[in-house]
């Protein structure tokens, strides 16, 4: 099957640093998605992305969709404790039958210091 | 702000025991997935459900596991005979599906159930 490889594993950082995580695949996705998930909760969607090239950005949040179609990147401007969390990237080819059935990347785990 | 919500938050269970977990997804979503995450690991898809009926499954979601929507707001997933690999996180999720299919990759997820087999 498809495999998302996310980097890096994890990250700890100082309150208001920059954070950047990325994720490549071996094989084309036509939809990237970036989700947290917190302590003893499920997943929650951050950004999605629909289109090679795609910037998108949400707050301090920002993801790129690889013009490759096979890469993503995922940016936190100014890091603040509560961004403390697991990040996943996950990919999608939705049609046909296949709407929601995403590939999900290993997870980055970002600690903050205040 | 509506929400999938998933019963019980945790089971234990012994080897070989059949168990149901519990899932209300989000009213006007359409299509309901089930997806597990062994501790540590990854979020791993299981099934996709739509219209009544499995969209797909994946390699894990052998003869053992099953779902239903019983009624207009419950969607279960059922093991038959549980085994110790079996232990882990099982996420609900629901999407809406907008025309043109837009969205149905936007999956909610509920904040699943721990379930432990001994």
């Known amino acids: 099957g498809q495999q998302l490889n996310q980097s890096p594993q994890s990250m700890f950082i100082q309150e208001g640093e920059d954070v950047s995580m990325n994720c490549t695949s071996s094989s084309i996705f036509n939809t990237w998605l970036w989700y947290k998930q917190d302590p003893g909760e499920g997943p929650v969607l951050l950004i999605a992305?629909?289109?090679?090239?795609e910037l998108t950005s949400n707050g301090r949040l920002t993801a790129q969709f690889g013009i490759t179609r096979k890469d993503s990147f995922l940016n936190i401007s100014a890091s603040i404790p509560s961004d403390v969390g697991i990040y996943f990237c996950a990919g999608s080819n939705a049609g046909g039958t296949s709407y929601g059935k995403l590939t999900f990347g290993q997870g980055t785990i970002l600690t903050v210091h205040p | 702000e509506p929400e999938v919500t998933q019963t019980p938050s945790h089971q234990v269970t012994q080897m070989g025991q059949e168990v149901i977990l519990r899932c209300v997804p989000i009213?006007?979503?359409?299509?309901f997935y089930w997806y597990r995450q062994i501790l540590g690991q990854k979020v791993e898809f299981l099934v996709s459900?739509?219209?009544?009926?499995?969209?797909?499954k994946s390699e894990i979601f052998d003869d053992q596991f099953s779902v239903e929507r019983p009624d207009g707001s419950n969607f279960t997933l059922k093991i038959r005979s549980t085994k110790l690999e079996d232990s882990a996180m099982y996420f609900c999720a629901s999407s809406p599906l907008h025309r043109g299919g837009i969205g149905g990759e936007k999956l909610f997820f509920g904040s699943g159930t721990q379930l432990s087999v001994l």
């Open positions: 459900f739509y219209n009544n009926e499995i969209s797909e």
């Open positions: 009213s006007n979503h359409l299509y």
């Open positions: 992305l629909y289109k090679a090239g």
